[in-house]
Each structure stands twice: as C-alpha cells, then as structure tokens.
C-alpha cells in the first residue's frame, strides 16, 4: 500500500467512526423524544379515559405512594416499572394519587412533583 491509499483508508475510517458516534447521540435524543412522546399520550389517555369505582380500595395504592414518596417523582411508566403492573393500572394509580393530593397535575412531558412526602 502506497502513503496516499493508507491515509485515505485512516479519514475513511475516522470518518466511519464520526458517523457512528454522531448516530448513536442522535439514536440517544430520538429515544428520549420517543420516551417523552409516549408519557404525553399516557398523560392525554388518563384525562379521557373514566377511572374505575373504587379506586380506594385499590390494594397497589400503598406500593405507589411509598415508591413516588421515595423517589420524589411519578409517571406512569415509573409505577410500572417498580411495581411490575401494566399499563392501564398504574393509570388508575396516578390518577388515585392526584385526587389525594399526593402528586400534582401533570406538566408537560415531566415527571409529576410528589407534594406529600
């Protein structure tokens, strides 16, 4: 290989390399969006959907308080992640949790403020 082709082939793959790690940040921030996108229609779901009769009755709803009390936020996604519950549950207990008064209303596409710790 002569000196022109070996330096060509180092920029092809330095150039390879920037690509890459240009992509894999542009992945990171579209998956945030994605993440943020999806807490949004969770949020829009809750307001128009009609929440069950007994919701005080609700035998998770001491898990989420201490969970969202613990961690000082709440989401949707947050309670089905730690307390291993689908969807339309942990629904129900965000909106339990705000007709308490245990976390706030929702802003936008952020994590809800716990108000009683």
């Known amino acids: 290989m002569n000196q022109k082709n070996k330096h060509e082939y180092q920029t092809i793959e330095d150039l390879t390399k920037l690509i890459k790690t240009i992509s894999e940040r542009q992945n990171s921030q579209y998956t945030d969006i994605i993440m943020q996108l999806k807490e949004l229609k969770d949020e829009i779901h809750i307001t128009h959907s009609k929440p ?15 969970v969202v009390s613990a961690a000082g936020k709440a989401s949707t996604s947050y309670i089905q992640r730690k307390l291993g519950i689908g969807y339309s549950r942990a629904a129900q207990l965000m909106n339990l949790l705000e ?11 952020k994590p809800r403020v716990v108000t009683i710790l």
């Open 52 to 66: 069950k009769a007994n919701h005080s009755d609700d035998e998770l709803y001491a898990e989420a308080y201490k």
């Open 99 to 109: 007709s308490k008064g245990v976390i706030g209303p929702a802003i936008g596409l």
